[in-house]
């Protein structure tokens, strides 16, 4: 591996951009949907432009599956209430969406289900899933959304 000035080497330096990359994401749940989308879903690698050579794509894979792992942890042990506040925000910050349509589209694609780690399965997996829907039932009727048809 390669180092830099200081002794710094490539993980390190790309642990620190993307540090600096998610704490520009307020909440959480934004950077679990961020992080889940660098997620190749025909390899189960993590992508990132700034990965350009192949030493560096391969480690900055195992970095941002690193921090997805950590940041999903943290999220799971959230009580709900904090994980519904924090969703909130995360809707509160999506521009041009139209929050029932929003919730309907969650509610119909349950792509919260894509946001969790290959490595994490069992309860904690679960626990995600079901403290999601509860909050999508909560958020339904705050913002006025029928129940999905299944037939759609």
Do not use: C
């Not at 080497?9 to 959480?28: M, V």
């Not at 989308?37 to 025909?42: E, S």
Request: charged letters at 25%; aromatic letters at 10%; hydrophobic letters at 35%.
């Amino acid at each position: 591996m390669r180092t830099f000035t200081g002794g710094a080497t490539d993980r390190e330096i790309l642990s620190d951009l993307w540090l600096r990359d998610l704490s520009h994401i307020r909440t959480s749940y934004g950077r679990l949907v961020y992080l889940a989308g660098l997620r190749n879903p025909d390899t189960g690698r993590y992508e990132h432009y700034g990965a350009n050579t192949t030493s560096l794509s391969v480690q900055a894979s195992q970095v941002l599956k690193a921090r997805h792992e950590a940041i999903f942890r943290e999220w799971i042990g959230y009580p709900l209430e904090k994980k519904k506040a924090d969703v909130e925000l995360y809707i509160a910050s999506i521009d041009q969406v139209d929050k029932s349509e929003l919730i309907d589209a969650w509610l119909r694609l349950t792509p919260y289900k894509n946001l969790v780690p290959a490595s994490i399965q069992g309860p904690e997996r679960k626990k995600h899933v079901s403290d999601f829907e509860a909050i999508l039932g909560l958020l339904k009727n705050v913002y006025g959304v029928a129940s999905p048809d299944p037939t759609s």
